[in-house]
């Protein structure tokens, strides 16, 4: 682990770490319905009551590989198509162009990824755009206004790229900052180096600079990621979900400065310096992507596990069982986003090269919570 020894903790900082997992669903994705609990995992029921989601309606068909997803102040949304560099307006139901992000160089998970909104929008006429250009992985900010893009400026380059592990997601916190997941391009000391933006989450300025208050003044706040795609605040806790290598995805509380343990540790691992999901899953049932905050859950969205989760928290814990909802029934679903009028919409990910499309293929859904 670049050089860093880890020890494993005693027995006692077990306990808070053990996570129980739900799985499998009903028919009809309301009601979840339980399954077994993941090996070494506590089966036991405790937490608030059961949410329902409930797929209210179909907001938008036809979309290629749609990957960022921000709301504008107006309650119309923007949409990123990965491979194309494309960015789509969704407005009443119908989906116009906005333009093309520059230099936008699609891979296998590559591309044009995540999207933000300027909180000061529309007076600062701003949109941030991770991409993947020709050797690295960029955050650009770009005008937008009367409904096009121009003016694109990078404000932050050097983000290790690679085919896969490209991390992605933007987020503005509620000091005003951008954050971004990283991955660790595929090459695994980066999220261990100091010197790298590979394997970190970055707190940023709106001209790409090191926030204030960030720890030692650097760009990133938290390092040893394997690829962080999913950000969330539930007020000024972050929360981040992660791809595992091949045993365990995990959900994390951020908190600036902790080491999260890639490539020496793959979800729950006692290692000593080291900070531990607050949950974990089978790869088989997460390989999880965009998350997002509404009414005391985290929702996270599945690839390969096809399935959107939702599980409870409350001051940066875990307080509930996860449970899965709509599994197997849209094919995998890549990002989710708390719209304006208090729903969920949910993008599917069938025509990314990894799915069975479906007509319609790729969609956004609106739902409901319950």
Not at 89 to 113: F, K, M, P, T, Y
Not at 252 to 268: D, H, M, Q
Not at 291 to 300: D, L, N, S, Y
Request: negative net charge; proline residues 6%; hydrophobic residues 35%.
């Amino acid at each position: 682990m670049g050089g860093t020894t880890v020890r494993r903790r005693g027995r006692g900082a077990v306990v808070l770490a053990t996570v129980a997992l739900v799985a499998g669903c009903s028919d009809d994705g309301g009601t979840p319905t339980p399954g077994p609990a993941a090996p070494g995992t506590s089966s036991t029921a405790s937490g608030p009551a059961s949410v329902q989601l409930t797929v209210a309606s179909t907001v938008a068909t036809g979309i290629e590989v749609p990957w960022g997803l921000a709301f504008l102040p107006d309650q119309s949304a923007l949409v990123a198509e990965r491979d194309s560099g494309k960015i789509k307006r969704i407005a009443d139901g119908q989906v116009s162009d906005v333009g093309e992000v520059d230099d936008v160089n699609a891979s296998s998970e590559g591309g044009l990824l995540g999207l933000a909104v300027d909180p000061g929008y529309p007076g600062r006429p701003y949109i941030y755009a991770y991409y993947s250009g020709g050797d690295d992985n960029r955050i650009a900010r770009i005008t937008y206004q009367g409904g096009k893009l121009s003016d694109q400026q990078v404000i932050l380059e050097g983000i290790p790229s690679a085919a896969i592990h490209n991390g992605g997601r933007l987020r503005f916190g509620p000091d005003g900052f951008l954050y971004a997941g990283t991955g660790d391009g595929s090459d695994r000391p980066n999220s261990q180096d100091d010197g790298s933006l590979g394997g970190k989450i970055l707190r940023i300025t709106t001209d790409g600079k090191a926030a204030p208050g960030n720890p030692d003044g650097r760009v990133w706040i938290t390092k040893g990621h394997r690829n962080v795609q999913g950000l969330a605040f539930d007020g000024s806790q972050l929360y981040a979900a992660e791809f595992g290598q091949n045993t365990w995805d995990e959900l994390n509380v951020i908190t600036p400065g902790n080491n999260y343990g890639w490539p020496g540790a793959e979800g729950i691992s006692q290692l000593d310096g080291m900070t531990d999901p607050i949950a974990q899953w089978h790869t088989s049932d997460a390989s999880p992507s965009g998350i997002a905050f509404a009414k005391g859950h985290i929702f996270m969205a599945s690839l390969r596990g096809e399935r959107l989760w939702a599980i409870p928290v409350a001051g940066g814990k875990r307080v509930g069982e996860p449970q899965a909802f709509f599994t197997n029934k849209y094919g995998r679903l890549r990002t989710v986003e708390a719209a304006p009028d208090g729903s969920l919409w949910v993008t599917t990910s069938n025509t990314d090269g990894r799915g069975d499309t479906k007509d319609g293929d790729d969609r956004i859904l609106r739902i409901t919570i319950g």
